[in-house]
């Protein structure tokens, strides 16, 4: 069994290996040894280290990328889900965020073409009152 999803996930919660031993009742070395591949835990035991990192044991145990949704301080926001399995709240979450952001460009790109306009209004307003330099001539507006 590849153990490595058990340390990473337990990184990103931001748990101690002191901590999960304490939880499941063995020693800090033991559960160092389940991390590391030297032991394998059991059935039992693998249930319970999922459940302190809010996954399922199919989630540590599958091949498949584990996808974690976590807030930006690495909390947990959503249970754990694998690769394709995406919860619709997380959907409508992102949905928002996303619908939010779009709107905020479309402001902004209305923003800037109303400038463009008032930029290049000023410029024309500016050409046509400032006298010509040496050596060239005025041209009518438009051409």
Do not use: C, W
């Amino acid at each position: 069994m590849n153990t490595s999803k058990i340390k990473r996930v337990r990184e990103l919660r931001r748990l101690t290996q002191a901590y999960m031993a304490m939880r499941l009742g063995i020693e800090q070395s033991t559960y160092s040894r389940i991390e590391s591949g030297d032991i394998a835990p059991g059935a039992e035991r693998l249930e319970r280290i999922a459940a302190l990192l809010n996954v399922t044991p199919e989630d540590l145990t599958s091949r498949d990328p584990l996808m974690l949704v976590v807030d930006k301080g690495g909390q947990p926001v959503e249970p754990s889900v694998t690769a394709g399995m995406v919860s619709e709240a997380f959907v409508k979450q992102l949905t928002e965020q996303l619908s939010h952001v779009i709107q905020e460009q479309q402001l902004l790109l209305k923003a800037v073409q109303s400038e463009r306009g008032s930029i290049l209004e000023l410029m024309r307003n500016y050409l046509e009152r400032r006298p010509p330099a040496e050596g060239e001539e005025r041209r009518a507006a438009g051409t």
